[in-house]
Every structure is written in structure tokens, then in C-alpha cells.
């Protein structure tokens, strides 16, 4: 153990990432407890190492790498003078950057959003199948699971140092109302501590170079004003437009790689429909979920609560719940069968060669399943969320403008140009990049099929075919 400048006792975790990253005495004892501990057994990437098999880091090694970068930030801001951060608030940033992702669900963001699912049936309006109770109450996201966590499991506020400083922390990463918006921006904004670690650590993971960020030049070079904002200075602009490109060509990549994206699909379409059928003593609803993280139970609440729902499906569910269990039990993902990809301005959206795939495949996909006896729902018709440089472009229309959140209109990166004691959007500065891109968004329209027939190249083939024309105007 080392002595840290405050006289607070630390220890030492070596990050192949970071190098060495000092914790202190109360960040140590919150490591020991049950609830950060699961996410040991969270995967960071969700499904993303069936397209790339060292993809297995987890959602714990990402939690100690925005810790230590949240130091580092930590260390820009004056503890005297009106930019200050008292000892407390640094004290309660550091935990809050720990604790950010304490709340995710098994496979992160697979199993928070299956209340957003469409089944296929659904979308092409084959609504005799449909067997949900559209009445329950939505699963709640991460933030909020993650906030009952931290304020009622007793191991982790003591921990913290009490209910009342739990909840102070809670504030800080869930960006309450109550917490100090500036010192919010730190763990949630277009340049944060979360996204400056898992760009890095997603790609050194992958294997693939479009994570490599400069982020020590970053980092040294970013700025406090009088107002507390935080921006970077003029000369680290490259660096910034880089980070976000980087960000961009991720997702591209990695996050919505075509495999991974389908056999991720399929597993969101699978949960829903077990849950929509109360099997297998999956959550039924938000009240459900947060039932299950407040008790003794959230420590097997893992990605093998997934596997074993699963694993279940595939033997004791309807045909097409077997049917997507074992595609991804047997890592035999979906096939695609044709993709649409569109770049274009996001006000440009609405009709496109993407928009009119979809629209064909809701009017003609029911026909095309029952003339090759494929089970409906094993077709997976979905799209990519719109992806952005950006937030908000330059060019973004003023009523636009007034319809964002205050969160929202304030999140981009910020820069320090020429005497102006305050930073401004990178967006704005004409001679950037990001000034014409950032009103461009990309999004990929796909369609896949779940068939292991013993003819499945030729019937596969056949669908192909068929799909290929969907997406011309008619």
C-alpha cells in the first residue's frame, strides 16, 4: 500500500490500459462489495465476442478505467478560487465514476432495452400473436437500477459513507437535478470519462485500430473556465475531431457490426417473448426488476442469468423461441439477408433507400415467410440507431434547437478559441470537420433469417433473391 497526498491509505490495481490506478481507502472497500463484484461477470461488450473473440473485457476493468481517468481530470481543477472542487465533491466524483455502470444489466444494454423491442410480427402487423400486456411498467435503464442499487444495498452506503452521501453520489452519475450540472458533464457529454475508456479499451479488445484516441494530448490540454466549463484548447482541435470519428467508425465497426448486431438482435427478440409469456421466472415488468436488484438476488443477476434463460428456451420454448436460443447457443448467428445503408443529413432522413426497405419489407415479409414455411418470427427486420458525430450539427434548425433538452444542448465537445474566456461548441468553429459532418447521421436498415434446415444455402439463396429489390422506389 502507498500514501496518497491527502493521507487517505490506497492501493494499487495495474490496468493494461491505464497502468497502475490508485484507490482509496473507501473506493477499495466499494470494490469488495457483492454489488460491484457482479459486474466481474457483466461483459463489457454485450455479444461482441462472437464476432471478435477477445471481446470479453468486462463492465468492472471499465469502471476502475473511468475511475483513472477521472482522476487525471481531476487533477485540471484549482482547490481554491471560484473554479474550484472542494475535497468532498472530488472525493464523491471519483466514487461516482466508479459506480456509473453499477446498474447495467446482464449483457449491458441487450436486456435493458427489451421493453423497446419490436417483434416482427408486430411490425408487419400480424397482431393475432401478439400475447404482451402493454400495460406493465417498462423496464427501467441502468441509471435508474443503478441508483436504487447504491442508495438501498447496506454493504455499498457504508461503503460510500452513508445514506445521505450514497445518494449525493447516485445524483452525480444519474445527472440529478440535485447534483452540480458542470461536475455532472464530467461522466455524461460527447467528451467524458466513460467514453474516453471504453473507445480504448473496446478497440485494444477487438483488435481493431478505430478506438486509438490521443488521449493524453486531450487530457493535457483541456481547459477550466470561470464558469466552471470544461473545453479543450484550440490547438488540441485534431485531437477532438479524431476522438469523435473514432467514436463514429466504433460503432460502424464493432457496436453494429452486422454478426454481432443479429445474433444481439435475436437474443432481445427471444427475452421478449419469454418475458411476454411469463416463463421461466423472468422479470415481468420495471416493478419486477427493481424487486430483484434490491435484494440478495442482484448478485446472480449476471450475464448467466441470460445464458441460462436461454438455454431453457432452446429446449422448453415454442418453435421459434428454439429456434433463436440455439442460433445463439450454438453461435450460429442469423443470416443476413439484405442490408440498406444510408449517410445522408439527418433532416434528410424520412425517405431514403433504408426507409423504403422497410416499408416494402413490413407490407411484403408475412407473404414471403409463409411461401417458404419459415415461422414469421424467425425473420429479424430491425435498423441501427441513427449514429451522429454529434449530438447537434451547426446547422441544426432553431426549432430544432428549442425541442432539445437543456442536457442535450449542452453536451457537445467545447472549445477555447482565440481570447474568449469561455469555450464554444466544436461544432461551431467553421474551420473544424465537425462543422459540415455533424449534420450528417448514418443508420443500416437489415433484415435476417433464423433457419437451419437441411437446405438452408439454397432456401437462404432463394430469400436473397427475392429481398434484393426491396429497397428500389416503385
Not at 497502468?19 to 463484484?37: K, M, S, V
Not at 441513427?386 to 472549445?415: H, M, N, S, T, Y
Request: proline share 4%.
Amino acid at each position: 500500500m502507498a500514501s496518497s497526498p491527502e493521507g487517505e491509505a490506497r492501493k494499487i490495481i495495474v490496468d493494461s490500459l491505464h497502468g497502475d490506478i490508485h484507490l482509496r481507502e473507501r473506493e477499495w472497500r466499494i470494490l469488495d462489495t457483492a454489488a460491484f463484484q457482479r459486474l466481474r461477470r457483466i461483459k463489457q461488450l454485450q455479444m461482441g465476442q462472437v464476432t471478435y473473440p477477445n471481446a470479453t473485457h468486462t463492465r468492472f476493468a471499465h469502471s476502475l478505467g473511468t475511475l483513472a481517468i477521472m482522476a487525471s481530470i481531476l487533477e485540471l481543477f484549482p482547490t481554491k478560487g471560484p473554479r474550484k472542487i472542494g475535497k468532498r465533491q472530488r472525493e464523491n466524483l471519483r466514487m461516482a465514476a466508479l459506480l456509473h455502470d453499477i446498474g447495467h444489466y446482464p449483457y449491458s444494454h441487450l436486456m435493458e432495452g427489451i421493453d423497446k423491442v419490436a417483434l416482427t410480427e408486430e411490425i408487419v402487423g400480424d397482431v393475432r400473436t401478439r400475447s404482451f400486456d402493454a400495460a406493465r411498467s417498462p423496464y427501467p435503464d441502468h441509471v435508474k437500477v443503478g441508483q436504487e442499487i447504491v442508495t438501498r444495498h447496506r454493504d455499498l452506503i457504508d461503503a460510500i459513507g452513508g445514506r445521505k452521501r450514497a445518494k449525493q453520489v447516485a445524483d452525480l452519475f444519474s445527472r440529478s437535478r440535485a447534483a452540480d450540472p458542470q461536475l455532472s458533464k464530467l461522466l455524461h457529454s460527447s467528451f467524458d470519462m466513460d467514453r474516453v475508456d471504453y473507445l480504448q479499451r473496446d478497440s485494444r479488445a477487438a483488435g481493431v485500430p478505430y478506438g486509438d484516441i490521443d488521449v493524453n494530448y486531450l487530457l493535457n490540454s483541456l481547459r477550466i473556465s470561470e464558469k466552471r466549463m470544461v473545453g479543450v484548447a484550440e490547438k488540441a482541435l485534431p485531437a477532438a475531431e479524431q476522438y469523435l470519428f473514432a467514436r463514429f467508425f466504433m460503432y460502424k465497426a464493432v457496436y453494429y457490426h452486422k454478426t454481432t448486431f443479429g445474433i444481439e438482435e435475436a437474443c432481445r427478440q427471444l427475452l421478449r417473448r419469454i418475458r411476454d409469456v411469463n416463463l421461466f421466472k423472468m422479470p415481468r415488468d420495471g416493478e419486477a426488476v427493481l424487486g430483484l436488484v434490491r435484494s440478495p438476488d442482484l448478485a446472480s443477476f449476471t450475464d448467466d442469468y441470460v445464458d441460462r434463460l436461454v438455454q431453457r428456451a432452446s429446449k422448453e420454448g415454442d418453435e421459434v423461441m428454439q429456434a433463436l436460443a440455439r442460433c445463439i447457443e450454438k453461435r450460429r448467428p442469423p443470416k443476413l439477408l439484405h442490408e440498406v445503408q444510408v449517410l445522408k443529413k439527418a433532416e434528410n432522413q424520412a425517405f431514403n433507400r433504408g426507409t423504403v426497405f422497410f416499408s416494402t419489407a413490413k407490407r411484403s415479409l408475412k407473404a414471403l415467410a409463409e411461401k417458404h414455411g419459415i415461422p414469421l418470427g424467425q425473420f429479424l427486420l430491425c435498423y441501427t440507431k441513427p449514429l451522429k458525430l454529434e449530438p447537434r450539427g451547426a446547422f441544426v434548425r432553431a426549432e430544432q434547437a428549442r425541442g432539445l433538452e437543456p442536457e442535450e444542448e449542452d453536451e457537445l465537445i467545447k472549445v477555447f478559441t482565440g481570447d474568449d474566456p469561455e469555450p464554444k461548441s466544436l461544432v461551431e468553429i467553421e474551420h473544424s470537420l465537425m462543422y459540415v459532418c455533424a449534420s450528417y447521421q448514418w443508420q443500416a436498415f437489415r433484415l435476417y433469417v433464423v433457419y437451419e434446415g437441411p437446405d438452408k444455402k439454397e432456401v437462404v439463396d432463394r430469400l436473397r433473391s427475392e429481398v434484393r429489390n426491396w429497397a428500389e422506389c416503385k
